[in-house]
């Protein structure tokens, strides 16, 4: 997929993903929009792994600065 279709779905993704829990016409709805978008689900699942890394590292710095 081109890059701006890969930032569109990346915005998409997080929208939904807010809550941080995907129900099922949150699922269906993203399906829809990698086939629109020309979005592999191998794609799809390299954007989801990067979202968890920036959210685990958000997450552990968080924690470390309430650490003595």
Known sequence: ???????????????????????PGEVNLLA???EDLGITFEE???????????FTCRHLVQIHSFMP
């Open 1 to 23: 997929a081109q890059p701006d279709a890969k930032e569109a779905y990346k915005m998409v993704l997080e929208t939904v993903w807010v809550d941080g829990v995907l129900d």
């Open 44 to 54: 799809h699942l390299a954007i989801v792994r990067e979202m968890l890394g920036r």
């Open 32 to 34: 829809r929009k990698r």
